[in-house]
C-alpha cells in the first residue's frame, strides 16, 4: 500500500475536494493523507510596521480578528472532513499542519510516495501568478512524485508521456507506470519534439521495448519544432479527458525537462492532470 498525501488549504476545504484526492489514491492503492495548511496568520501581519502609527493600532486588532475568525473556520472544516470520511465510507486521515505552508508540505512530501495537489490552490492573495507561485514552489521542492490536478475532476481516457532523451523524462514514466499500474489498457502517446530536426529518437528501440513491457497500446508520436512548451501545448490544447507526465520541474539545469519559463508557460496553458517528478 502507497502513501498519498493530499495538499489542501484548510480553510477552503469541501467533500468533493476529499472525493476527488480519494479516488485517486484509491487508483494507486494508497491509503489518503489529508494534509490540512492553514497559514493562519497569513500576509497581512507582514505590513504592520509600514502603517502610520495611528492605524496600526486598529488594523493590529482587526488582523488579529481574523486569524480568530480563521481558527474557527478552520476548526468547521476538520469536524466537516471527519463526517465527510464517515458518510462517504472513505478511510483517510488528517495532518494539521500550522506552520508555513510550503515548509510543511515539502516535509510531509519526504515520507510519502505521492503527492495531490489542486492547480489553483494559493496562499498569497494580494500578489499571484499563473500557475500560483505555492504551485510552482511545491512542484520545484517536492521530495516524492506530483500530481496536480484541476479543481474539477476530469476522466483519464489517454495518457501522454513527454519524452526527449533525459533521465528525468524517462524517471517520470517509469514513476506513473510504477504507481498507476492498472492503466495498462489506456492507449499512450510519447510525444517527443525532435528540437534539431534530426528525426531521431534517442534511445528508441530501448524505450519501445520498455514500452512493451507495461502498455498495450502505445505510439511514439514525433512533433516537429524547436520550442518544446510551445510545440507541446498545441498538441495537447484541444484535447481532453487526458494526463500527461513532464520530467523535473526547474530543479537545476542538469535534471530539468524544460527551461523554468516553459515549464510555466506549458502549466499556464494546460489546465488537466499532470504528473511531474524529480529523479
Not at 524505450?207 to 498538441?235: C, R, T
Amino acid at each position: 500500500m502507497k502513501k498519498v498525501i493530499a495538499a489542501i488549504d484548510a480553510v477552503n476545504f469541501s467533500a468533493k475536494q476529499l472525493q476527488h484526492f480519494n479516488s485517486w489514491s484509491v487508483q494507486a492503492n494508497g491509503k489518503l493523507v489529508a494534509v490540512f495548511l492553514e497559514n493562519i496568520a497569513g500576509e497581512p501581519i507582514e505590513y504592520l510596521g509600514s502603517l502610520p502609527t495611528d492605524i496600526a493600532p486598529l488594523y493590529a486588532e482587526l488582523n488579529w480578528q481574523h486569524i480568530d475568525d480563521r481558527r474557527k473556520a478552520i476548526h468547521e472544516k476538520i469536524q466537516l472532513f471527519d463526517e465527510a470520511c464517515e458518510n462517504l465510507k472513505i478511510n483517510a486521515s488528517l495532518h494539521e499542519d500550522e506552520k508555513m505552508p510550503l515548509e510543511e508540505i515539502v516535509r510531509e512530501s519526504r515520507f510519502a510516495d505521492l503527492l495531490l495537489i489542486e492547480n489553483n490552490i494559493s496562499f498569497n492573495k494580494l500578489f499571484e501568478s499563473d500557475p500560483p507561485r505555492f504551485v510552482q514552489d511545491v512542484l520545484r521542492e517536492s521530495q516524492c512524485p506530483v500530481l496536480l490536478l484541476p479543481s474539477e475532476k476530469k476522466e483519464i481516457e489517454e495518457l501522454f508521456f513527454t519524452y526527449n532523451g533525459s533521465s528525468s523524462s524517462m524517471y517520470a514514466i517509469r514513476s506513473f507506470t510504477n504507481l498507476f499500474p492498472n492503466y495498462i489498457d489506456k492507449p499512450v502517446k510519447i510525444l517527443f519534439v525532435d528540437e534539431q530536426n534530426k528525426g531521431v529518437i534517442p534511445d528508441e528501440k530501448l524505450l519501445k521495448e520498455y514500452m512493451q513491457y507495461h502498455y498495450k497500446n502505445w505510439s511514439v508520436v514525433m512533433i516537429n519544432g524547436d520550442d518544446p512548451a510551445f510545440e507541446l501545448a498545441g498538441f495537447l490544447i484541444n484535447k481532453s479527458n487526458y494526463l500527461v507526465t513532464l520530467g523535473a520541474y526547474s530543479r537545476s539545469n542538469l535534471s530539468q525537462f524544460f527551461h523554468k519559463s516553459d515549464a510555466k508557460r506549458l502549466l499556464k496553458m494546460l489546465n488537466t492532470n499532470i504528473f511531474i517528478t524529480h529523479p
